[in-house]
C-alpha cells in the first residue's frame, strides 16, 4: 500500500522558531507538537527568549512544546530548566545531553524529573547515550528522548539500527518517547514511522512534503518537466 498522511502512526512534531509559523502549523490537526531551539531562534532573529516563548505559549495552550534550556554550567541549567518548566503546563524543557565539555546532564534530568518537570532530553546520536539517560528519567513523568537521526546520516551511517535500538532501550517506560530529530528528507518520516517510532520532529519545508506521500510518480515526472519549461520561458533562455 503506498504511504499516506492519514496511514501515519508517528506523531508529527512542527520544528521552528517563527511565531506566526509555529501557530500555522499548530492549527493543523496532523502536527501533534512543537520544537525549538537556540539556533533556529537566532535564524528567525528572536532576542527576548522569555517573550518570545510565553507568546507562543499564549497561541499554543493545547499542544506540547518544548523550549531549550542555553547555560553550559549544570546547576544553572537546572535553574533555567524550572523556570521554563513554570511557563506552561504543556511545556517540556529541552536539555542537552551534556554541555559543552562532554559533562553528563544526568543528574539534571534526574533532578528535574523528580520534581515532576516533563524534559525533552536533546542532542543524543549514540545509544550508549540512551542507555545513560534512560536510568534518570522518571517513570511517572512524561519525557521525549531526541535521538538526531539527520546528524548521523550526515556522517554516512545507517540511524535506523540506532533508532531501533533507543525504541528497545525505552521499552518498560511507557511515559517515555523516542524523538526521530533533524530529519533530512520527507522519506525519514516512513523510515521513523515503519519502525514504531513514537515521534519525529521536522521543519515546515519538510512537513510541506506531506502531500506528496502516494503521488503518481509518472504524474510526478510530468510536473518536473512542465516545472523545467515554465522556469525557461520565464527566464528568457534561448538557444
Known amino acids: 500500500m503506498e504511504p499516506s498522511r492519514d496511514s501515519l502512526k508517528v506523531k508529527l512534531f512542527a520544528d521552528g522558531a517563527d511565531l506566526a509559523g509555529m501557530v500555522e ?4 490537526s496532523h502536527i501533534a507538537g512543537l520544537t525549538t531551539n537556540p539556533t533556529l531562534m537566532r535564524k ?3 532576542t527576548d527568549y522569555v517573550k518570545f516563548a510565553k507568546d507562543v505559549i499564549k497561541e499554543i495552550p493545547n499542544k506540547p512544546i518544548s523550549f531549550e534550556v542555553f547555560s553550559d554550567d549544570l546547576a544553572e541549567m537546572e535553574i533555567q530548566a524550572i523556570k521554563i518548566a513554570n511557563w506552561g503546563e504543556n511545556v517540556y524543557v529541552k536539555i542537552p545531553i551534556t554541555n559543552t565539555e562532554g559533562r553528563s546532564t544526568s543528574t539534571v534530568v534526574s533532578n528535574l524529573t523528580q520534581r515532576g518537570i516533563k524534559v525533552n532530553v536533546t542532542a543524543l546520536t549514540t545509544i550508549e547515550q540512551v542507555q545513560e539517560i534512560k536510568q534518570f528519567l522518571n517513570p511517572k513523568i512524561p519525557s521525549y528522548v531526541s535521538v538526531f537521526a539527520g546528524r548521523i546520516a550526515d556522517t554516512g551511517r545507517d540511524p ?8 528497545e532501550q525505552l521499552k518498560g517506560n511507557d511515559l517515555a518517547e523516542l524523538i526521530w530529530a533533524s530529519p533530512r528528507e520527507l522519506l525519514n518520516v516512513i523510515h521513523a514511522d515503519s519502525i514504531g517510532c513514537h515521534i519525529i ?11 506528496l506521500l502516494g503521488k503518481n510518480l509518472t504524474d510526478y515526472s510530468l510536473d518536473t518537466v512542465k516545472m523545467f519549461r515554465k522556469d525557461a520561458l520565464e527566464s528568457g533562455l534561448s538557444i
Open 201 to 211: 520532529t521536522a521543519t515546515s519545508d519538510i512537513l510541506a512534503k506531506l502531500s
Open 44 to 46: 528567525c532573529g528572536v
Open 160 to 167: 535506523i539500527p540506532t533508532m531501533k535500538q533507543s525504541l
Open 25 to 28: 502549523m499548530a492549527s493543523m
